[in-house]
């Protein structure tokens, strides 16, 4: 059975989406509530683009989870 270069497309897609639940990403959110106060306390911790260039994962983790940034105790 020959497989299209679209099914190609869409298995990744759909690989990696798996790969990035697992290691803990999550879709981003909406601006406005980022904005607005329905993640106090929490913070992005890294965030990927997906390999079809139409979401971003965002690692989200608590303010005490981010490391110091250089300079700083």
Not at 21 to 34: F, H, I, K, M
Not at 41 to 60: E, L, P, Y
Request: aromatic share 6%.
């Amino acid at each position: 059975m020959k497989v299209s270069a679209r099914t190609r497309r869409a298995l990744a897609v759909r690989r990696e989406q798996r790969r990035m639940w697992a290691a803990g990403y999550q879709l981003c959110e909406p601006d406005w509530r980022l904005l607005r106060g329905g993640k106090i306390g929490k913070v992005i911790i890294d965030a990927k683009i997906n390999i079809d260039r139409t979401h971003i994962w965002f690692k989200i983790g608590e303010l005490a989870d981010v490391p110091p940034h250089k300079g700083e105790a």
